[in-house]
């Protein structure tokens, strides 16, 4: 009873304290608190609150010290998308033939899907990009245009980025995966594929795949997966890279998992033709060659079909659609092919680290920021070698308040504790960023990076929503 007392007081006495502090003060007495826990004994917290109306910054500690990021860099790359391309802006993606179709109704030349980048063709994020819908489609005008045979291939061309690649600094665990996917100017699902095992009968066992969620027979798949306890769910991962023909499936996967797993199509323009390959097969349409890329035929110093009569054009969804499944569910493609369409328009760079520097020019050039506090590898935080200020983050999700398609990019945002906001995860990184209105009105915009912290992530969230809790 007494110790329930003691309790009371302690809490109560800690309320009125409270409620007499100022907004700064409470602030800074909860990152105090926070910074002092063992779990950052060899870490590093950073976080800056600012002042949405005024820019005044309310409170800021380790503010200027370059950090991983993780995916909270994402909303730099988004704004800047806004900035740049629009909030209407859309991917176009051209299917055409060349040649001559003749009396019979074959096709003398090539059927080429030419993608312009397009981060959601083929996903089923959206009703009108999914590949049943694409391919169907495809199948139509096709078949409109006379064509019944092809005395040719069907060539995905995907030129504009050079083919397929992974951003530098991306690590091989991280690449064979659904999340670590290359981008390309021709994505297509995502650039991704689900598996199905089957669990095998005692933990330590192989599993064996029951198939996948597309026709992928071009590729060996090497199952070293192994069966996990119970109650110990997912920890498979795919080892392979870009154009790679074998992916080695590692890990272990629950006894009792009923899961999918995604893993990272090596070329996403080849699965994109193989498909459209298989579904003209499928209603007759036979060709001659197999399908190919534009990148293939070129490494085999062959020539790509030029111009062409346009069969089918696509357009994605608006930017705006696409930044909120980018920041909603953190599509890392999303961010590489989003970074390169923002540094095409500006700079005419397609290269990721060329484009990666033409980020940290627009923003050195909008808001003043140093490059020093953007030192960026890729468009979407995945690589560990980035190194960003919570300042810098701050002020630019600052400077978005103030744009006509803020709440596009507002609403683009995930709910977490209560509060708007982007999460960023990777080894030993936990961040967020985002809107606040504190307890008094005050609009807030806060960016609080975690690094280097021991223990699992789950208590380390837990204690940066307490921290955060101070600006509610």
């Given at each position: 009873?007494?110790?329930?007392l003691?309790?009371?007081?302690?809490?109560?006495?800690?309320?009125?304290?409270?409620?007499?502090?100022?907004?700064?003060?409470?602030?800074?007495?909860?990152?105090?608190?926070?910074?002092?826990h063992?779990?950052?004994?060899?870490?590093?917290a950073?976080?800056?609150?600012?002042?949405?109306?005024?820019?005044?910054?309310?409170f800021?500690?380790?503010?200027?010290?370059?950090?991983?990021?993780?995916?909270?860099?994402?909303?730099?790359?988004?704004?800047?998308?806004?900035?740049?391309?629009?909030?209407?802006?859309?991917?176009?993606?051209?299917?055409?033939?060349?040649?001559?179709?003749?009396?019979?109704?074959?096709?003398?030349?090539?059927?080429i899907?030419?993608g312009?980048?397009?981060?959601?063709?083929?996903?089923?994020?959206?009703?009108?990009?999914?590949?049943?819908?694409?391919?169907s489609?495809?199948?139509?005008?096709?078949?409109?245009?006379g064509?019944?045979?092809?005395?040719?291939?069907?060539?995905?061309?995907?030129?504009?980025?050079?083919?397929?690649?992974?951003?530098?600094?991306?690590?091989?665990?991280?690449?064979?995966?659904?999340?670590?996917?290359?981008?390309?100017?021709?994505?297509?699902?995502?650039?991704?594929?689900?598996?199905?095992?089957?669990?095998g009968?005692?933990?330590?066992?192989?599993?064996?795949?029951?198939?996948?969620?597309?026709?992928?027979?071009?590729l060996?798949?090497?199952?070293?997966?192994t069966?996990g306890?119970?109650?110990?769910?997912?920890?498979?991962?795919?080892?392979?890279?870009?154009?790679?023909?074998r992916?080695?499936?590692?890990?272990?996967?629950?006894?009792?998992?009923?899961?999918?797993?995604?893993?990272?199509?090596?070329?996403?323009?080849y699965?994109?033709?193989?498909?459209?390959?298989r579904?003209?097969?499928?209603?007759?349409i036979?060709?001659?060659?197999?399908?190919?890329?534009?990148?293939?035929?070129?490494?085999?110093?062959n020539?790509?079909?030029?111009?062409?009569?346009?069969?089918?054009?696509?357009?994605?969804?608006?930017?705006g659609?696409?930044?909120?499944?980018?920041?909603?569910?953190?599509i890392?493609?999303?961010?590489?092919?989003?970074?390169?369409?923002?540094?095409?328009?500006?700079?005419?760079?397609?290269?990721?680290?060329?484009?990666?520097?033409?980020l940290?020019?627009?923003?050195a050039?909008?808001?003043?920021?140093?490059?020093?506090?953007?030192?960026?590898?890729?468009?979407?935080?995945?690589?560990?070698?980035?190194?960003?200020?919570?300042?810098a983050?701050?002020?630019?999700?600052?400077?978005?308040?103030?744009?006509?398609?803020?709440?596009?990019?507002?609403?683009?945002?995930?709910?977490?504790?209560?509060?708007?906001?982007?999460?960023?995860?990777?080894?030993?990184?936990?961040?967020?960023?985002?809107y606040?209105?504190?307890?008094?009105?005050?609009?807030?915009?806060?960016?609080?990076?975690v690094?280097?912290?021991?223990?699992?992530?789950?208590?380390?969230?837990?204690?940066?929503?307490?921290?955060?809790?101070?600006?509610?």
């Amino acid at each position: 009873m007494k110790h329930t007392l003691l309790t009371l007081l302690i809490a109560f006495i800690t309320t009125l304290h409270t409620a007499g502090q100022t907004l700064p003060q409470k602030i800074a007495a909860a990152f105090r608190s926070f910074e002092a826990h063992e779990s950052l004994a060899n870490g590093v917290a950073s976080l800056t609150v600012i002042n949405a109306n005024t820019g005044q910054v309310i409170f800021a500690k380790n503010e200027k010290l370059g950090m991983a990021p993780a995916s909270t860099l994402k909303t730099a790359t988004a704004a800047a998308a806004y900035q740049t391309l629009g909030a209407t802006y859309t991917f176009e993606t051209t299917l055409s033939y060349t040649g001559q179709i003749d009396a019979s109704g074959t096709l003398k030349g090539n059927i080429i899907i030419h993608g312009s980048g397009d981060p959601s063709l083929g996903s089923d994020r959206f009703p009108q990009t999914s590949d049943t819908l694409l391919l169907s489609a495809w199948l139509r005008a096709i078949k409109a245009a006379g064509i019944r045979s092809i005395d040719g291939q069907i060539i995905a061309d995907d030129r504009s980025y050079n083919g397929q690649t992974a951003p530098g600094g991306w690590t091989w665990q991280d690449m064979g995966n659904y999340y670590g996917a290359g981008v390309s100017a021709l994505n297509w699902r995502e650039n991704a594929v689900g598996v199905n095992f089957i669990a095998g009968t005692a933990t330590g066992s192989l599993t064996r795949i029951a198939g996948t969620t597309a026709d992928i027979s071009y590729l060996q798949l090497v199952n070293e997966t192994t069966t996990g306890g119970r109650g110990t769910g997912d920890h498979v991962y795919a080892f392979s890279a870009p154009y790679a023909s074998r992916i080695y499936l590692r890990g272990t996967y629950g006894i009792d998992l009923k899961k999918t797993i995604y893993i990272a199509l090596p070329d996403g323009a080849y699965d994109a033709a193989y498909q459209l390959h298989r579904k003209l097969e499928e209603a007759g349409i036979r060709q001659t060659s197999t399908p190919t890329t534009a990148h293939i035929l070129l490494l085999g110093g062959n020539n790509v079909p030029s111009g062409g009569s346009i069969l089918h054009t696509h357009r994605s969804p608006t930017l705006g659609e696409l930044v909120y499944w980018f920041n909603q569910k953190s599509i890392n493609l999303y961010g590489e092919a989003l970074l390169k369409a923002v540094a095409a328009r500006t700079d005419g760079k397609i290269d990721t680290r060329d484009a990666a520097e033409s980020l940290q020019k627009f923003w050195a050039n909008k808001l003043g920021i140093p490059a020093g506090e953007l030192r960026i590898k890729d468009g979407s935080g995945l690589s560990p070698e980035n190194r960003v200020t919570t300042h810098a983050l701050a002020r630019i999700l600052t400077s978005a308040k103030q744009e006509p398609w803020f709440a596009s990019f507002f609403e683009s945002l995930p709910v977490y504790n209560g509060m708007k906001m982007k999460s960023g995860t990777i080894g030993g990184v936990l961040g967020y960023v985002g809107y606040q209105t504190s307890g008094d009105g005050t609009p807030l915009v806060f960016a609080l990076l975690v690094n280097n912290y021991q223990g699992t992530a789950t208590p380390m969230r837990q204690r940066m929503f307490r921290l955060l809790d101070a600006l509610k």
